[in-house]
């Protein structure tokens, strides 16, 4: 025997029926045709490789490894013996610096979609940068000696606003000129229709 008030009746039936059928099968939330826009597709983030982590570490342990020498070394022979006690304050920034690296890595993403690329990045401060692909004037890869070794690219994006100018660094080169082509083409067909 069913209880329940005259409202409740198909309720279960339609929500068990909802709960089977797929994304494709139920109604969009905007409602019937033509009451709301289309709703906007979840974009698809891409991260950068670990190549950028792996530059970065390096370069942090090459500078604060000669500062912990020679906030070690040299005050150990000039001063006295306990001065090299100093040597645990550049330790100490490593350490921080090698996790605050990684979590800054891992916070920058960007994504594709039709009209815009979106550019996410940051640990305390989140910043996400629109760049509608209109707007771009010049997209160019560099990658400067340090890059180059880590097989690293650099993919900068500059418009007619400098404040919406970005950049996406550490890509593997191949990605970098891939992405820089479909920018340029994308600016071009997106530019040519204003």
Not at 63 to 84: I, Y
Not at 139 to 145: A, I, K, L, Q, R
Not at 147 to 161: D, I, P
Request: glycine fraction near 10%.
């Amino acid at each position: 025997m069913e209880t329940g008030s005259p409202d409740d009746t198909g309720t279960a039936g339609a929500t068990r029926a909802a709960d089977r059928a797929g994304p494709a099968d139920q109604p969009s939330p905007a409602g019937p045709a033509g009451s709301a826009g289309p709703a906007r597709e979840e974009p698809v983030w891409t991260g950068l490789p670990p190549g950028l982590l792996r530059m970065r570490r390096l370069l942090l342990v090459v500078w604060l490894g000669l500062l912990t020498l020679a906030a070690g070394v040299l005050p150990a022979l000039f001063l006295a013996p306990l001065w090299a006690a100093l040597a645990l304050l550049p330790l100490a920034l490593l350490a921080w610096g090698w996790v605050m690296l990684g979590r800054n890595w891992r916070s920058w993403r960007y994504a594709e979609r039709a009209d815009d690329l979106l550019i996410s990045r940051g640990v305390l401060w989140r910043e996400e940068t629109v760049v509608p692909y209109g707007r771009m004037q010049l997209v160019e890869v560099t990658s400067g000696p340090v890059e180059r070794h880590f097989g690293l690219a650099s993919v900068q994006l500059h418009t007619a606003a400098a404040a919406t100018d970005a950049t996406i660094p550490g890509l593997d080169p191949a990605e970098a000129e891939r992405l820089r082509d479909r920018l340029t083409e994308l600016g071009e067909a997106r530019s040519a229709g204003l």
